[in-house]
């Protein structure tokens, strides 16, 4: 059976452990980062072109791009419209028959 003292030195070890191994990925990871840094400094102007154009690119397709956007947003709006007429059109039936049947009364 283990006693406290060498149960706390374990944990203490493998903590030791833990911290020297998480150093070491950290420490790999920062190279990794300084290894990546050139070839990011060698797409960016590619990037940046490619950037460039795309806004260029933009005002000319964005009445095409709004165009297409509000086209959907209108049916909808028309289907909206549309089907509230059919409520409305039952709620004046449903009154017209309750006066004509008060009327009877």
């Not at 290894?35 to 102007?45: D, L, Y």
């Not at 049916?75 to 028959?97: A, C, H, N, Q, T």
Request: glycine share 6%; with cysteine; aromatic share 6%.
């Amino acid at each position: 059976m283990t006693t406290p003292k060498h149960h706390t030195q374990r944990q203490r070890a493998l903590i030791e452990n833990l911290h020297a191994g998480l150093a070491g990925q950290r420490a790999r990871e920062e190279v990794d980062v300084v290894c990546a840094r050139p070839e990011r400094s060698a797409i960016a102007p590619r990037h940046g072109e490619q950037r460039a154009a795309a806004t260029a690119e933009f005002p000319a397709s964005s009445p095409d791009l709004i165009r297409n956007y509000r086209r959907p947003q209108a049916i909808l709006f028309e289907y909206d419209r549309s089907g509230l007429r059919w409520p409305r059109k039952e709620d004046g039936f449903s009154e017209r028959v309750a006066a004509r049947i008060c009327r009877g009364c």
